[in-house]
């Protein structure tokens, strides 16, 4: 069983920023990639942004690109997820995932294995 920690989320003005980080239990080398979902209240989940871990490779949403950075710190098992340029919109509860294997497209939330507990975050006007 793979635990996965969110940190990082909190209050913050419009155009500010955040970064959220992500620690897995385990060696996270042995999963395929790690992803950033978020969930309004009322909303479906939503994918943010993706890594995979052996290479770093990189997708996101393409309402949010060019303004959050996914990265991973393989030496501690960390992603991470940094947010410039915060919107009100942007406001959910951040959620953490991670699955063992290729199982097609990264942005379905179905297909991730682990789930973090999520952190809010909340960008006021």
């Known amino acids: 069983q793979v635990q996965l920690v969110e940190s990082g989320g909190g209050l913050v003005q419009a155009g500010g920023s955040l970064r959220l980080s992500c620690a897995a239990s385990?060696?996270?080398?042995?999963?395929?990639?790690m992803a950033w979902f978020r969930q309004a209240p009322g909303k479906e989940r939503e994918f943010v942004a993706v890594i995979t871990w052996i290479n770093g490779f990189t997708n996101y949403a393409d309402s949010l690109k060019g303004r959050f950075t996914i990265s991973r710190d393989m030496a501690v098992n960390t992603m991470y997820l940094q947010m410039n340029s915060l919107k009100p919109e942007d406001t959910a509860v951040y959620y953490c995932?991670?699955?063992?294997?290729?199982?097609?497209?990264?942005?379905?939330?179905?297909?991730?294995?682990?789930w973090g507990q999520g952190t809010q975050v909340t960008v006021s006007s």
């Open positions: 385990e060696r996270a080398a042995s999963l395929y990639d």
């Open positions: 995932a991670a699955r063992r294997n290729y199982s097609g497209s990264a942005t379905q939330p179905a297909l991730y294995n682990y």
